[in-house]
């Protein structure tokens, strides 16, 4: 029995050493390049409404990002950005992450950098409205270390004007 607790203590201690994913570059939708990236920011652009405002939730056909709907996550803004739970996680994700995220709160995410750097992107994404692109190579997980990628988040209003949804792409061969 102690074996056991002291296996999952250190095992606890080890993901929290671990780094949160490298950046090389962070900015905006109008940076990205990769054409899963530029696909989904294509079809959020082409639902933006006339004046101002976001694209909402319920403009969102999974269906019609077929193309690259396993390189889609979708989260739930939950309180104003206290938490957030993946909504949708495609197949993509789970393949090269190593781990399916459906219904996953980011607030469990490890390593602990991780989670704290994903939770204060989508904090601001929610306090600004603004998009989000990274691109850099994970650093997080043994078997995974140096997977490139190219990342872009999208704010989506729900069913009141404000973030309540992120909508992303992952491209983990962006070239």
Known sequence: MISSVQNNIQSRC??????SPTV???GTAD???SSITL?????WRARLPAGHGLPRWSD??????YMIAANIAVKDVISDGTDYV???????LTAALGFEGTGVHVS?????SMRTAVQ???AHIVRTAGTSMVRGHISTMPDKAFLPFELVHLPLWGKSDKVEHIISAYDFDPH
């Open 14 to 19: 080890y993901m929290d050493t671990l780094r």
């Open 24 to 26: 090389i570059e962070n």
């Open 31 to 33: 940076d990205c390049r």
């Open 39 to 43: 696909h989904l920011i294509d079809y």
């Open 60 to 65: 969102i056909e999974l269906m019609d990002l």
């Open 86 to 92: 993946n909504r949708f996680w495609g197949s993509a």
């Open 108 to 112: 469990t995410y490890q390593p602990i």
């Open 120 to 122: 204060k992107r989508y």
